[in-house]
C-alpha cells in the first residue's frame, strides 16, 4: 500500500512508511454473553465470556448481522487498554474473552495483548472467527489463544464464498482450523446455512469429511440458521428441515456431535452420549437446562467419556447475557 492508504479491512494504513492498526486499543462494541453464545459447546461449558469487537473485517458478507460494526470501514469506538479490558472482564465475573462481533483476525495485534494479560488472570479467550488467515497468523495466535469457532459459509462452497462474502475459496479456511487444531487450541466449527444460495448439500457432505478427517471426529459442527439481515432481507429464514438435513449428512460422515443453532427448543440443540444415546446437557437457545454429566465429564449412565474440556460453570444456570457500557 501506498502512503496514506487504508487497507479494504478499514483498520490498517500506512503512515510514515509504516502500517499501523488503526483500531488498537479502540472497542466498537463490548457486552457479556454466554459461551454457547458463539456458540461454543464443549469448551466451558456455561461460562460467562466478555465479548468485544473493534470496527472493520476482511470480508464483505452480505448477509452480516452484525454489518453496522464490521462494514463500517472507519476506526469509531471507546478507547480501552489491554490491561482495563482484562479488568472490566473480571468486574463482570467472565471467565473468558471473546474476540467477536467483527474478524478478529484484523486486529490479532490488539487481542494478542489483551490474551496475555487474561491467560496471567486465569482467563482464557476465543476467537470467532471466518479463519481466513496465513500460517503465520495460526503461529502467532497460538501463543495467546484458548479456543476458536472457525465459520465456514455458505458450507464453504467456493462460488458462494466470492459471490457472497468477497473470499477467493475456502483453502484458507481448512488451513486455518487445521493449524490451530495442531497449536492446541480447541477448534469448533459452524456453518451458516443460508437458503437458495448456500445451503447445497453435497458441499455440506465435502465439509462434514474434511472436518472428519483432520480434525477429528470428537469436533463439535454447528449448522446455525440463517436469518433476512443487511442486503440479503429478501430471503426467507432457513427452514428447519434443511438445517435438519445437514444434521443427517454430517452424522452419516461420522461426526458425533452435530447441532442445529438459532432454533431454541429443537432436539439437535442438546448433546448425546455417543454410547449409549442417552441426552446429557439440554439446552434451550443459549441456555442450559440439563447436566447429565459427571464431574470429569463421563456420562452418568453409561460412563462413557465426553470430550468436553474445562469444567461446568458456575453461572451455567443463570441469565448471562449483561449490557457492558464503554
Known sequence: MREGQIGFCGVRGVKGGKLYLYVYGVVAAAHVDP???KPVTHFNPGSKVFSFSTTGCSWMCMYCQNYEISQRRRVEGSELSPEEIVEMARAYESEGIAFTYNEP???????????????????????????YG???????LGGFLSAATVDFKGNGEPRFLRRYVGASGPEPIFET???????????????LVIPEI???????????????DNLGP??????????PDY?????????????????KVAKEEGLKYVYIGNVPGHPYENTYCPACGSEVIRRYGFRIV????????????CGYKLPIEGKLSRHAFEDRFETVYI
Open 35 to 37: 459461551i454457547e453464545k
Open 198 to 212: 448456500g445451503d447445497d448439500l453435497n458441499y455440506a457432505r465435502k465439509l462434514s469429511k474434511f472436518v472428519y
Open 134 to 140: 496465513t500460517p503465520e497468523l495460526v503461529d502467532y
Open 290 to 301: 440439563s447436566w447429565k454429566l459427571t464431574e470429569d465429564m463421563r456420562c452418568r449412565r
Open 177 to 191: 482450523a487445521v493449524g490451530l487444531k495442531q497449536k492446541g487450541v480447541h477448534v469448533e466449527v459452524t456453518d
Open 105 to 131: 483476525i484484523i486486529f490479532s495485534e490488539f487481542a494478542h495483548d489483551v490474551g496475555l494479560i487474561a491467560k496471567k488472570m486465569g482467563l482464557f479467550t476465543i476467537y470467532v472467527t471466518n479463519g
Open 218 to 227: 470428537d469436533t463439535p459442527i454447528h449448522f446455525l440458521r440463517f436469518h
Open 231 to 247: 442486503k440479503l432481507n429478501q430471503l426467507p429464514w432457513t427452514p428447519v428441515e434443511t438445517l435438519e438435513a445437514h444434521y
